[in-house]
């Protein structure tokens, strides 16, 4: 941080390391505190979050330093734990029974593969400290860099809102056929036409 981020308490000299360890492990047992009324899942599932949270930190873990262990990390807590986690505490909030809901599987799953998108972006500010400390992410690996002409930008961007737009419109008529079998055959070989469209316009993008 001192030489990505100067600006941070800790980093401007602001806040010293005993005053942020004391802040950090009050909250922490607070929120263990107030995740154990939600029931034991809830408790067990927040303090899960917590040790992931320790070890991509905390030396000497400090797994924030390798970039698989980095992705895993975060895809699990800002994927799976957070959107889990709240709608099970937010249902026993409620005295309501758990029970699945597609709305929060999908956002689950989207969230988790969204996490990886997050866990590698996010280190591309940070390239300078992290190449002179040793943290391997993929952006201190790699570096960040621009290519010219890397992709053709109007096929790439008209080409995938075209595909965007059969797709919706697909979904619209397979929800006017109310979800009949004979409609969910069609949906589903439409998928596969949009897989194969987008290898018709790799020699293009």
Same mark, same amino acid.
């Given at each position: !941080?001192?030489?990505? &981020? #100067?600006?941070?308490p800790?980093?401007?000299g602001?806040?010293?390391?005993?005053?942020?360890?004391? @802040?950090?492990?009050? $909250?922490?047992?607070?929120? @263990?505190? $107030?995740?154990?009324?939600?029931?034991? $899942?809830?408790?067990?599932?927040y303090?899960?979050?917590l040790?992931?949270?320790?070890?991509?930190?905390? #030396?000497?873990?400090?797994?924030?330093?390798?970039?698989?262990?980095?992705?895993?990390?975060?895809a699990?807590?800002?994927?799976f734990? $957070?959107?889990?986690?709240?709608?099970?505490?937010?249902?026993?909030?409620?005295?309501?029974?758990?029970?699945?809901? #597609?709305?929060?599987?999908?956002?689950t799953?989207?969230a988790? @593969?969204?996490a990886?998108? %997050?866990?590698?972006?996010? !280190?591309l500010? !940070?390239v300078?400290?992290?190449?002179?400390?040793?943290?391997?992410?993929?952006a201190?690996?790699?570096?960040?860099?621009?290519?010219?002409g890397?992709?053709?930008? #109007?096929?790439?961007?008209?080409?995938?809102?075209?595909?965007?737009? %059969?797709?919706?419109?697909?979904?619209? &008529?397979?929800?006017?056929?109310?979800?009949?079998?004979?409609?969910?055959?069609?949906?589903y070989?439409? @998928?596969?036409?949009?897989?194969?469209?987008?290898?018709?316009?790799?020699p293009?993008?």
């Amino acid at each position: !941080d001192s030489v990505n &981020k #100067p600006f941070l308490p800790m980093a401007a000299g602001e806040l010293s390391a005993g005053t942020a360890w004391a @802040i950090v492990v009050l $909250l922490a047992a607070v929120g @263990i505190g $107030l995740a154990s009324t939600f029931g034991a $899942l809830i408790g067990s599932l927040y303090t899960f979050g917590l040790f992931l949270g320790t070890i991509y930190s905390v #030396p000497p873990f400090r797994l924030k330093r390798f970039a698989v262990a980095a992705f895993m990390i975060i895809a699990t807590v800002r994927g799976f734990l $957070l959107n889990f986690g709240v709608y099970h505490a937010t249902r026993a909030a409620l005295q309501l029974p758990f029970e699945w809901s #597609p709305a929060i599987m999908f956002i689950t799953a989207f969230a988790t @593969i969204f996490a990886v998108v %997050i866990a590698v972006t996010k !280190d591309l500010p !940070d390239v300078l400290g992290d190449q002179r400390f040793g943290i391997k992410t993929f952006a201190a690996i790699y570096a960040a860099f621009a290519m010219s002409g890397a992709f053709c930008i #109007p096929v790439m961007v008209g080409g995938h809102a075209a595909l965007a737009a %059969i797709l919706a419109l697909r979904a619209w &008529k397979l929800h006017s056929a109310g979800y009949e079998q004979a409609a969910i055959q069609s949906f589903y070989r439409w @998928i596969w036409n949009l897989f194969y469209a987008e290898y018709a316009m790799l020699p293009f993008i």
